[in-house]
Structure formats: C-alpha cells, structure tokens
C-alpha cells in the first residue's frame, strides 16, 4: 500500500485560493453536498444532522490545501484524509460517483476555465488514495 499522500504537485505555490477565493469554494463545495444529498451511493454515509459540519470541513480542507487560510488545520490538526475515511466503505464506485458529482458542480461553479485541469487532478487523486475496500 502507497501510503504517500497524493499530489503534492498541485498548486505547490498557492495561486489557486487567490483565483477562486472563498465564495469559489463555497459554490464549489455546496453544489457537490446538494448532489451528495440526493445520491444513492454517498448519501446515506453522510451524517444526516450535520451536513452544514460536513460541508464547511471539506470547504475549509480545501481553501486551506490551495493557499488560503489554516481554518481546516487550527480545528481539525493534520488532515490525516485517508485514516478519517477509513469508516467509510469506499470502493471504486463510491470512489467514481465523488468524482462525478464533484464535475458536476465544477462545471457550474462558475470558476476560472483554467483551474479546472488542476482541480479535477487533485480530486481524482485524492479520491483514488481514500479506496479502502475492493
Ligand atoms: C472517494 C470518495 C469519498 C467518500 C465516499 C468520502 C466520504 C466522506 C465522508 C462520509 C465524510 C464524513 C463527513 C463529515 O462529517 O465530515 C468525509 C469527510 C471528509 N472528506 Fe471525504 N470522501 C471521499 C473523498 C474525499 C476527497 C477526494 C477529499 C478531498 C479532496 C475528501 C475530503 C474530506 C474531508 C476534508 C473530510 C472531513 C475530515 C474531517 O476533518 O473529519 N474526501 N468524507
């Protein structure tokens, strides 16, 4: 097993958070949950009395890996992505339904057209690293 975190590579200076800023995230991030809600698959891993917790922890996640401010770490520590996951089945296809609802809502999120590339990269990646059952 490759315990090695993924995509160190991406935005290795930040520029990313100053492009899409805090509203971008917010779009992004709330477009995903809404679909998340409604979905067959990730639906019902998700803490139902808590989506707003869970969408301003992947929120904050973010901003914080592209630049922004340390909110995610001063609450949370060390991200530790994989081990936080581990209560969660995720197979391939809970692994490939993230990924295609996180499209979905980049495609309307309405960012700049050039941190699309990057940002499908660093999901898939990440996505991939968090299967923990076959
Ligand atoms: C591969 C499919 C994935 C599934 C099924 C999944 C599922 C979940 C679930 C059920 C939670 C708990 C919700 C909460 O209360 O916070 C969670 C938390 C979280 N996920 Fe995922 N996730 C996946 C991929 C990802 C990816 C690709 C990222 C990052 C790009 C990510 C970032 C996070 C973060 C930051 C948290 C909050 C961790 C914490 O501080 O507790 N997840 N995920």
Known sequence: ????PPT???DPFGS??????E?????????FYERVKAD????????????EGAEQRLRDFLVQRFGGPTRYSDQRGHPRLRMRHMPFAIDQAA?????QLMGQ???EADLPEDTHAP????????ATFMMNRS
């Open 105 to 107: 809502s980049l495609a």
């Open 119 to 126: 940002l499908t990269q660093f999901f898939d990646q990440v």
């Open 1 to 4: 097993m490759n315990t090695t």
């Open 23 to 31: 509203d971008g995230f917010a779009r992004l991030v709330a477009g």
């Open 40 to 51: 067959d698959i990730l639906g019902p891993m998700y803490p139902k009395n808590d989506w």
């Open 16 to 21: 990313l958070y100053t492009r899409i800023g």
């Open 95 to 99: 692994r490939d339904r993230w990924t």
């Open 8 to 10: 160190p590579d991406v």
